[in-house]
């Protein structure tokens, strides 16, 4: 596909749809666990809104079955699934919820502190990064959509914005939401965060 060349370059992120573990707030990293229907509603409802926004471009998923699930549901071929777009890994947290955390650590969150056995701000930032420079190669020819997940969605938000990873605590994205990154005159920008699904 070559890019139109009278608009700037898009990337989209799309948040897989709703699972149990998503609704009651544990921890999903590596666990694979399948939508909820609401889930898969949400999906089918954010492929309707990328489809009225006319998105096309080269589509990169988690390996994880619910976010390739949720891309399958909304419409979008897949032209590579990468372990680059995988959920933050909560090592030893995962599968629990942040009050449960905080029973033991006090005023814990995946933002400001360590993840015993998992990922660190400075690995997800890394991580971030290297898959970010692969979209900026990929702009120039067609625009991007990634579909992820809810923490490293936030944290590509930031990186893009030339943030450091953990200000994507500042950045909400639902279940199935979709965020907008763009450029204004070359500057990175978010055009768009949690769009409605039609």
Known sequence: MTHDEHREPTVYLLRHGETEWSRSGQHTGRTDIPL???????????????????????????????????????????????????????????????????????????WTHPIPGGESAEQVTARADRLLDRVRALLPETDVVLVGHGHFSRVLVARWLELPATAGVRFGLGTAGIAVLGFERGVPQLVRLNLPTA
Do not use: F
């Not at 492929?47 to 998923?61: D, F, I, M, S």
């Not at 071929?77 to 919820?97: H, I, M, N, Q």
């Open 36 to 110: 909820t229907p609401q889930g898969r509603a949400q999906a089918e409802a954010a492929g309707r809104t990328l489809a009225a926004l006319g998105v096309k471009g080269r589509v990169l998923a988690s390996p994880r079955d619910r976010a390739r699930v949720t891309a399958e549901l909304a419409g979008l071929t897949v032209d590579e699934v990468t372990e680059d777009l995988a959920e933050w890994d909560y090592g030893d947290y995962e599968g629990l919820t942040t009050p449960r955390i905080r029973e033991s650590v006090p005023d814990w969150t995946v």
